[in-house]
């Protein structure tokens, strides 16, 4: 969580009062904002995207979020923005189920693996709190520009070369949209599909770091992962990873999995829809079942952390979300950077924000699993292992009292 615009300078933007969910997206650095209504102008531009989407209003949503960043004093800051944002948003046309409670995170402006990974660690937080168990998550790449039209290239030439082997009725579907192929499931297509072309295989070297990054960030928080091949999202404003979040239940006819979240990266949106510039941006769509009675967190009235966390180095990166949800338990909010590279850029954001210590993670400290806590004013440091750094935080904030 870095610094943000001040609360005067956006007031109706911001959302003071968040329920449980809010309060965990705040934590890990997301602003509460109104959901951004989607004007018919949102909807002239996402039209010709939402024949490819998997689900249903997600180019509206994310057409409306990238004008809304646009607009706003967020996006005239260096650092991405970090949105919880609770839906249907006004004017989708879409009514809001009395049972449901649907929400989003967005990180709009960072390329970075690690900003899927907050998304999905923060989600993940989340919907473990809302009760979903045996929980995983499905993803895929189709990489950048370049790998997805290498990727749409040979599942073309696939399906010339053995359209004989499909009905023509299928012939027809895999004409009129050529990614249906790899996401049928029926069964007299299982060998064509399971033939076909991946979009894994045709990532460039670049989309596969940025691909292996993502999957190291699930494994480092001993999340399960299926890869999903079927998985393609809108050509030409989506790119590399997408993913759903899903759990297995118990019903009368055996086990079925149940979708409870969906999201990916959409980089090349922006342009897409006019703007001058990219917002390369990813996001996820939460659903939980509403739960009654439950009290309002006023995010003005939550302490103001007094420790920021500083990483150096992809393996500090990796242990880093794993050591703000251990303090998220303890209920000891922090600031962080996640997006930010360069230790004098955090360091900057951490005098900025009056934090009383800075808990350092580099390389050495990923691997031994331990916190470096460094006083501000007395430039004092003690390292030791990421069990005992919440009782010892507890510690300072009883002896600064």
């Known amino acids: 969580m870095t610094s943000k615009p001040k609360p005067e300078a956006v007031p109706k933007f911001i ?12 934590h890990y650095g997301f602003t509460s904002i109104t959901p951004p209504h989607i004007t018919a102008e949102d909807k002239t531009k996402a039209k010709n995207l939402k024949e490819l989407d998997l689900y249903p209003l997600l180019s509206e949503e994310r057409v409306a979020l990238l004008r809304f960043f646009n607009d706003s ?9 970090l949105f919880y944002v609770k839906k249907p948003f006004g004017g989708s046309g879409q009514k809001k189920k009395p049972t449901q409670e649907v929400c989003g995170l ?11 990974a907050l998304v999905l660690k923060t989600a993940w937080a989340i919907l473990s709190e809302e009760d979903h168990a045996d929980m995983y998550i499905d993803i895929n790449s189709t990489g950048d520009k370049e790998s997805f039209a290498k990727f749409e290239r040979e599942l073309t030439a696939y399906f010339k070369k ?18 249906s ?15 076909a072309p991946k979009s894994l295989n045709t990532l460039s070297e670049v989309s596969r770091d940025h691909f292996k990054e993502v999957l190291e960030f699930l494994e480092s928080f001993g999340i399960s992962y299926r890869i999903a091949h079927n998985l393609i999202p809108p050509k030409g404003s989506s790119s590399h990873t997408q993913f759903e979040i ?21 980089n090349y949106l922006a342009k897409k829809v006019g703007y001058k510039k990219e917002f390369p941006s990813c996001g996820i769509t939460l659903m939980y079942t509403k739960k009654a009675g439950q009290k309002k967190i006023d995010t003005t009235q939550l302490s103001t952390p007094r420790f920021y966390v500083v990483q150096l180095g992809n393996h500090a990166k990796l242990r880093m979300l794993n050591v703000i949800e251990l303090l998220r338990k303890e209920k000891i909010p922090v600031y962080h950077s996640l997006t930010k590279e360069k230790i004098t850029g955090q360091l900057s954001s951490a005098e900025y ?15 031994e699993e331990t916190v470096i806590v460094r006083s501000v004013d007395t430039r004092e440091q003690e390292t030791m292992h990421i069990k005992e750094l919440s009782k010892h935080l507890k510690g300072l904030h009883k002896a600064k009292k």
């Open 15 to 26: 959302e003071k009062e968040v329920d449980q969910t809010g309060g965990i997206a705040h």
């Open 181 to 195: 192929i790899v996401q049928a499931t029926e069964t007299h297509l299982e060998s064509f599909v399971a033939n």
């Open 246 to 266: 899903r759990k297995t239940v118990v019903t009368k006819k055996g086990e079925v999995s149940e979708l409870v979240a969906y999201g990916g990266r959409y």
């Open 106 to 116: 967005e990180v709009i402006n960072s390329p970075r693996a690690v900003a899927e």
């Open 73 to 81: 004093p967020f996006g005239t800051l260096p650092q991405p923005g």
């Open 353 to 367: 924000l009056g934090v009383s210590h800075i808990l350092i993670i580099g390389q050495k400290e990923a691997i």
């Open 162 to 179: 053995n359209m004989h082997l499909v009905s023509a009725t299928d012939r027809q579907r895999f004409k009129t949209n050529i990614f």
